[in-house]
């Protein structure tokens, strides 16, 4: 079974410029989860698809979004890029996203915002 | 509100002999915890899960942890450090319930000398 794959790995963007982030979860999982890691923050959710649906969301402002797609694929975007939005973005699918399902992690995307 | 508290940003240990990466987390139910590992510019790898039924996991790579409701730790062990063992360590708990987002440790970072 292949892993969760996220496009692109390495983006490199201006401030005020916008960006989309791509995540492929495992075949016949319908939760996908992001997550912003930076060395000052660590690792922080920051919103949860099931079935084209946002459940959940982490504490970032407005100019973070996602959408999921009816086969389970997830778009991030974030508008109007700040110095601080430089960071490792992670993305894990798992089954059901329930608390006892296991999430499975890509292996990121490195968006650099110069 | 659920949190986890990594008392150890860094641990350094020699090849051959035993590991203890200490958590302690906080819940006001019955937590789902794990133990995530980041191996340098690779994704997140679960290696254990604990989700109330024997309260010693054990994981992957001869890694296990004990469950201690009285304690509120759930510390990970390996009896013998190997030189491939050295990475990021991240234990984390589950939001809980429907809300299967994770919160992350700030992580410890492991050294394994030869």
């Known amino acids: 079974k292949a892993g969760v794959t996220q496009t692109p790995r390495y983006l490199i963007k201006t401030r005020g410029q916008q960006v989309t982030l791509s995540c492929s979860p495992i075949s016949g999982h319908r939760s996908v989860s992001w997550y912003q890691q930076t060395p000052g923050q660590g690792l922080q959710f920051l919103f949860e698809y099931f079935s084209e649906t946002q459940r959940n969301k982490g504490n970032f402002p407005g100019r973070f979004s996602g959408r999921q797609f009816s086969n389970s694929r997830s778009e991030m975007n974030v508008s109007t890029l700040e110095l601080g939005d430089s960071a490792l973005y992670l993305c894990?699918?798992?089954?059901?996203?329930?608390?006892?399902?296991?999430?499975?992690f890509g292996p990121g995307t490195r968006l650099t915002v110069l | 509100a659920q949190s986890v508290t990594q008392l150890d940003s860094h641990v350094s240990v020699s090849e051959g002999t035993p590991v203890l990466l200490r958590c302690n987390y906080s819940?006001?139910?019955?937590?789902?915890l794990f133990w995530y590992v980041q191996h340098p510019n690779k994704g997140l790898q679960l290696l254990l899960k604990y989700t109330s039924a024997a309260t010693l996991v054990k994981g992957i790579n001869g890694f296990e942890a004990e469950f201690k409701k009285s304690e509120t730790s759930f510390h990970l062990t390996k009896p013998s450090a190997h030189m491939s063992d050295a990475a990021e360590y991240f234990c984390?708990?589950?939001?809980?319930?429907?809300?299967?987002?994770?919160?992350f440790g700030k992580g410890t970072k492991l050294s394994v000398k030869p």
């Open positions: 819940s006001s139910y019955s937590p789902s």
């Open positions: 984390v708990v589950s939001a809980g319930g429907s809300q299967g987002n994770l919160i």
């Open positions: 894990a699918s798992s089954f059901s996203g329930d608390a006892w399902n296991e999430q499975f």
